[in-house]
């Protein structure tokens, strides 16, 4: 079992930025991904970024360049610097954890971006 707790969400208005993180805790593997999904009311949930133990990542074209994940590997929690927010970022963010044993998800923080 995996536990992921977020924190970081808020209200913040375009163009200013927001830091998420996301705790991870229970039976985790070695080898796994992480990485952040987020889901705006009517719209399927997204992938934002993700990034593996060995450091690579995959960013969401509508982010690139403006959100950056990193993970501490020590304290397996991984971060979503976001800059330069929109208010088409206006989402709930979820944590999400991948490894061997399963998939596993946070329960969600949200992002508000008044323009």
């Known amino acids: 079992q995996v536990q992921l707790v977020e924190s970081g969400g808020g209200l913040v208005q375009a163009g200013e930025s927001l830091r998420l993180s996301c705790a991870a805790s229970g039976n985790i593997l070695t080898f796994n991904v992480m990485g952040w999904y987020r889901q705006a009311p009517g719209k399927q949930r997204e992938l934002v970024a993700t990034i593996g133990t060995g450091g690579s990542t995959n960013y969401a074209d509508s982010v690139k360049g403006r959100f950056t994940i990193s993970r501490d590997k020590a304290k397996n929690t991984v971060y979503l610097q976001m800059n330069s927010l929109k208010p088409e970022d206006t989402a709930v963010y979820y944590c999400?954890?991948?490894?061997?044993?399963?998939?596993?998800w946070g329960q969600g923080t949200q992002v508000t971006v008044s323009s």
């Open positions: 999400n954890l991948v490894h061997r044993l399963g998939d596993n």
